[in-house]
């Protein structure tokens, strides 16, 4: 028990978050190991992007516990945060920087040790191939890159919790594999939790898929045990989701 | 932390066309007021050399270039503070500051103490020109002294005041529009009060500014600035908390 707990890198009780009357997530709970990918799907509006600000302190939850490999987020925020790396839907990215510039900013903000960051540059251009864009400026950059950019800035201090808020979104089909093979990579040493529309992109990169549904959460399985059911992720997705009004 | 904030901030800044367009044309502005003020000494210093106890070239030159650096500063605040937060805000990057192990005072004060890098280079421009005096005649260094302090201090006044502005929305050109309209309404009150000779001239931060321009360093305005700085700080800081807890 004591080594399952340990593990746990993220874990999050009874979130909900009120706007006004209206509950935008309601009793969420989210646990996370330690290598282990975890797909986050649910229709538009469902409190995905919510619930993911929420887990990376951008938001304060109205009740519930957030713990960040065994730190309270919202106690010890900035001890939390140093676990985390967070890719928001839109990508953080100052246009007017270089790829280069800009990822030094982001090692520095991470506390990256000073002597290792030209080493720790190095290598996330290289996880995110930019190896040949580090002179470019980040707003003539194309949308994928961009997108990778965003990518490299939540991995660079090798967080332990990686939050992903549809990371594919816009990119052509061979970027989006590249990138899938980057999170399953990711996956090994950290935890990733990604939200997405695309169902087979869970098929292939998740270990794990919990669905939301009007703020609740409707579905907590693994992949393997969906596949010993034999019941496929669009099925079940669309019977959890569908509305008869 | 701060220091990182403080250093992308001024990256940020000289990395654009407008704070060196800004430096030339405070410079260019105040250099033509500094030259209009020589001007003006040279003309009338025959008839000052036969009264007693005459004001020196600080109090004709100096000052006056100072009082009209205190209201360039006024107009120039809001242009420069309106990037700080709205912008940020307008394209998503906040949440790269608010997701890394920061808190909100280092995000707030680097912020706010990396425009006052920049308006120390400001006034360290300024004093330069005012010193170049030095190759004619004598300065009155007390004098020069309070200015420079003073000017400083409603700079920061200024500052704190325009990133509070911009920490309330997210479109820069409103920030800019409000934090503009709230200093020239600072500005008017000397104007309302003065018929009314009242408690009011103690809110107008020129009027303060006023005490310095002419040599008098005193407490009550320094407290004024000093605690209309730490307001305003305090308000953002509060801000920028409530919307992670509210919005």
């Known amino acids: 028990m004591a080594d399952e707990k340990a593990d746990l890198t993220l874990s999050a009780q009874d979130l909900c978050r009120n706007y006004g ?11 996370l190991k330690r290598g282990e990918v975890l797909g986050l799907l649910g229709p538009n509006g469902a409190g995905k992007t919510t619930t993911m600000r929420m887990l990376t302190g951008n938001l304060a939850p109205s009740t519930g516990s957030i713990e960040i490999c065994g730190i309270d987020l919202l106690d010890k925020p900035q001890q939390a945060k140093a676990h985390l790396g967070f890719l928001p839907e839109i990508p953080p990215l100052y246009r007017e920087l270089t790829v280069d510039e800009y990822l030094l900013l982001v090692a520095r903000l991470h506390r990256v040790d000073r002597q290792a960051i030209p080493t720790v540059l190095n290598k996330v251009k290289q996880r995110c191939g930019l190896e040949d864009r580090g002179k470019h400026l980040i707003g003539t950059l194309s949308k994928g890159f961009q997108q990778r950019v965003g990518i490299a800035q939540a991995i660079i201090h090798n967080p332990d919790v990686i939050i992903l808020d549809e990371p594919t979104v816009g990119l052509d089909p061979n970027q989006m594999r590249e990138i899938r093979k980057l999170i399953r990579e990711l996956g090994v040493s950290s935890s990733v939790i990604l939200s997405t529309h695309i169902l087979s992109e869970v098929e292939s990169v998740c270990d794990r898929v919990q669905i939301m549904h009007k703020g609740k ?4 399985e693994t992949m393997a045990g969906l596949q010993q059911q034999g019941t496929h992720l669009e099925t079940v997705f669309t019977e959890l989701t569908h509305d008869n009004e | 932390m701060i220091a990182t904030i403080i250093r992308k901030e001024l990256s940020m800044l000289f990395a654009s066309p407008l704070a060196w367009i800004l430096l030339t044309l405070i410079q260019l502005v105040l250099t033509w007021v500094f030259l209009g003020r020589l001007d003006a000494f040279l003309e009338i210093q025959p008839q000052l050399l036969q009264i007693e106890n005459p004001p020196g070239i600080t109090e004709i030159i100096i000052s006056p270039v100072f009082a009209m650096a205190a209201i360039v500063l006024l107009m120039v605040t809001p242009l420069l503070s309106m990037r700080l937060l709205a912008e940020e805000r307008r394209n998503h ?27 120390s280079v400001v006034i360290g421009l300024i004093v330069t ?8 005649g004598t300065l009155d260094f007390g004098l020069l002294m309070s200015n420079t302090l003073g000017l400083f201090l409603v700079a920061a006044c200024f500052s704190a005041l325009g990133l509070y502005v911009s920490s309330l929305t997210a479109q820069p050109v409103i920030a800019a529009i409000g934090a503009l309209g709230v200093l020239l309404g600072l500005w008017m009150i000397d104007l309302a009060a003065s018929e009314m000779d009242g408690w009011l001239h103690y809110f107008s931060l020129l009027k303060h500014f006023g005490h310095f321009n002419q040599g008098l360093i005193d407490t009550l305005s320094i407290a004024y600035f000093v605690l209309f700085m730490v307001t305003f700080l305090v308000l953002t800081i509060r801000r920028l908390d409530g919307e992670r807890l509210h919005g």
């Open chain 2, 129 to 136: 020109l005012c010193i170049s005096l030095l190759l004619g």
């Open chain 2, 93 to 119: 990057t906040l949440t790269l500051l608010i997701s890394a192990p920061v808190s909100m005072t280092d995000i707030v004060l680097g912020k706010f103490l990396g425009l006052m890098i920049f308006y």
């Open chain 1, 217 to 220: 959460m409707v579905l907590d």
């Open chain 1, 21 to 31: 009357d209206h509950a935008a997530v309601h009793k969420v709970n989210i646990q």
